[in-house]
């Protein structure tokens, strides 16, 4: 948008970009930003209902904040009356919830208010908009400690983190209980079953901060079938192979072709080493043997909290070992394995208080030969 387009929204925005209207601009002559500034007036209105947001909400002309008047009705130009507007257009558009509710949840005094806008609006004006305003919060009042949280538009969209994420989940957040697709494409190259309680725990996995940022994009990669397996790369690559690098190395008589499932759990290079560190890690025949290709590639579910996340971690570096071992042409091997596990995990255990934890609840020794 060049800085023409910038100052025709500015100016139209009563000085505050943040409380746009698209009944400021003529659909027909100005199109493009009417539809900019009616996209963001629904922004506004979804933002005011995300969390605890509606305490500091614009008030003017906002959906989400109504009164009962023979109809449902705005604070608007017809609430608040020609005089008015004409005197203090600009403060009146700009008011916020904020305004009319202390912090903790009580009503403003009258004259308070009076003194802090200056707005000179009659007493009962004032009780109707503030009864407005404690209703609005009481609706949206929420339960859970995270959802307590209170940001307001001009933050919101300021923030540095970049991206349009926290946009689109507050637009048209996604209804619970689905599976993303990256994750069911993932699922169905594993053989595997994934739902939405276990796509949490897989989708949390590359955001772990004590893991490397090697290990983290490989995971990130392997999750959205980006990563680079010769099946996939001969699809782009002219004459590249689509046989397993460790059987290619073997020269295997027989040819498999190197995908997800093959590569990290059904190559005759890659079982044995999976299965010996599985093993050596549990150290118990009988939990050993209840780990299955759903585990090693999806997550675990046993009564043991502590022992779930750990298992979930080894299995992840376990599938970085052998991916290391593909990039550098090498066979995987079961005591090499065992040092890179510990290497790994003794490094975790000392910078994560969670993993710390866990270990030491969990009864596992990564110590041991």
Not at 171 to 186: C, D, E, I, Y
Not at 259 to 275: A, D, M, S, Y
Request: glycine share 4%; charged share 25%.
């Amino acid at each position: 948008m060049d800085d023409n387009w910038k100052l025709r929204l500015y100016s139209k925005s009563l000085g505050d970009i943040f409380n746009l209207r698209s009944e400021f601009f003529d659909k027909n002559t100005e199109p493009i930003l009417f539809s900019i500034a009616e996209s963001y007036e629904e922004l506004i209105f979804a933002h005011t209902n995300s969390k605890e947001n509606c305490r500091v909400a614009y008030l003017y002309k906002n959906r989400s904040v109504f009164f009962l008047y023979l109809r449902f009705r705005m604070f608007d130009d017809e609430f608040f009356g020609e005089e008015l507007m004409t005197r203090h257009q600009y403060r009146i558009r700009n008011l916020k919830i904020n305004d009319f509710v202390n912090a903790n949840g009580t009503r403003t005094a009258y004259a308070d208010f009076q003194g802090a806008t200056g707005i000179l609006c009659t007493e009962n004006k004032f009780m109707v908009i503030s009864d407005a305003c404690l209703a609005l919060i009481n609706r949206n009042r929420k339960d859970n400690l995270f959802d307590k949280t209170v940001c307001d538009i001009r933050t919101f969209m300021c923030r540095v983190k970049q991206g349009s994420k926290h946009i689109r989940k507050v637009l048209g957040p996604a209804p619970s209980g689905t599976v993303p697709h990256n994750l069911m494409k993932f699922a169905e190259c594993a053989e595997i079953v994934i739902d939405s309680t276990a796509a949490v725990v897989i989708k949390g996995l590359w955001g772990k901060s004590y893991l490397d940022n090697s290990t983290r994009t490989f995971l990130f990669k392997l999750h959205n079938n980006t990563l680079g397996i010769n099946a996939r790369l001969s699809h782009f690559v002219r004459n590249h192979s689509r046989i397993c690098t460790f059987c290619a190395l073997t020269r295997n008589p027989v040819d498999e072709d190197e995908n997800i499932l093959h590569l990290f759990f059904q190559c005759r290079h890659t079982e044995p080493v999976v299965l010996g560190l599985l093993s050596w890690f549990v150290d118990n025949d009988d939990e050993y043997s209840r780990i299955t290709r759903q585990n090693f590639f999806g997550t675990f579910r046993t009564v043991s909290t502590p022992k779930n996340i750990l298992m979930q971690l080894v299995c992840a570096l376990i599938k970085k070992y052998i991916w290391d071992c593909k990039l550098r042409f090498c066979l995987p091997d079961l005591g090499c394995g065992k040092d890179f596990l510990k290497e790994e995990l003794d490094r975790i255990v000392c910078q994560s208080t969670k993993i710390r934890k866990a270990y030491d609840s969990s009864e596992y020794n990564m110590y041991r030969e």
